[in-house]
């Protein structure tokens, strides 16, 4: 069974930033491509960034390019986002999320098998 656990959510200023991590155990990590979506109250969730097993291929959500940076250590069976330049509407919970079969880089919920429990993202303005 593969088992997701985020962190390093929290309450920051906007322009700041966060590095949020994502533990993986269970399987065979570096063949998942790794995804990053978010939830914001009242919203559904969104993609925010994806990366495949080798790291060569990385897809963001426009809103978020050239301000997070999604990265992997496969000798940690870690994923992170480096979330830099936050807005008031990055505030939401994240989650972390893998697609087993690793096949293509998705943005689309379905696609993913296994998610974390999320973790807290608040920017104030």
């Known amino acids: 069974q593969v088992q997701l656990v985020e962190s390093g959510g929290g309450l920051v200023q906007a322009g700041g930033s966060l590095r949020l991590s994502c533990a993986v155990s269970?399987?065979?990590?570096?063949?998942?491509?790794m995804g990053w979506f978010r939830q914001a109250p009242g919203k559904e969730r969104d993609f925010v960034a994806a990366?495949?097993?080798?790291?060569?291929?990385?897809v963001y959500q426009d809103s978020v390019k050239g301000r997070f940076t999604i990265s992997r250590d496969n000798d940690q069976n870690t994923v992170y986002l480096q979330m830099n330049s936050l807005k008031p509407e990055d505030t939401a919970v994240y989650y972390c999320?893998?697609?087993?079969?690793?096949?293509?880089?998705?943005?689309?919920?379905?696609?993913?098998?296994?998610w974390g429990q999320g973790t807290q993202v608040t920017v104030s303005s």
């Open positions: 269970g399987g065979t990590f570096s063949s998942y491509v």
């Open positions: 990366i495949t097993g080798s790291g060569r291929k990385i």
């Open positions: 999320t893998a697609d087993t079969l690793g096949i293509l880089i998705a943005t689309t919920l379905g696609v993913y098998d296994y």
